[in-house]
């Protein structure tokens, strides 16, 4: 019964879920952090893409997108990540946010 319960609770998590975002800019760069907690670590690269891809347009696209995946706020306290992308893009393909509603 227990573990029927804990498999039901594990089901219904998220894959991940974006714990925090730095974000810096200057006169000509923005560069982004994005702290992720990851609940089911399979298809990593996937998920990733996943990630920059929502992060990007609902935010444009920096001059520099760093994503650290941790699989739980304990490891993300002690900056113990188990996977580190960083994404340059060129002037070209730097995008503004979009406009606010």
Same mark, same amino acid.
Request: proline share 5%; charged share 25%; glycine share 6%.
């Given at each position: ?10 089901? +219904?998590?998220?894959?991940? +879920? ?7 800019? #200057?006169?000509?760069?923005?560069? /982004? ?16 893409? #996943?990630?920059?891809? +929502?992060?990007?347009?609902?935010? #444009? ?6 994503? +650290? ?22 002037? /070209? ?9």
């Amino acid at each position: 019964m227990t573990v029927l319960v804990l498999t039901a609770c594990y089901i +219904r998590l998220p894959d991940y +879920r974006i714990y925090k975002v730095f974000s810096y800019s #200057g006169s000509d760069f923005r560069e /982004t952090d994005l702290y992720v907690i990851v609940y089911k670590p399979w298809q990593i690269d996937h998920k990733v893409q #996943g990630i920059v891809s +929502r992060h990007n347009a609902m935010n #444009g696209t920096p001059d520099k997108l760093t994503v +650290r995946l941790y699989y739980n706020k304990y490891n993300l306290d002690k900056g113990k990540d188990f996977y580190k992308a960083i994404f340059e893009y060129g002037k /070209t393909q730097v995008t503004e946010p979009p406009g606010a509603w």
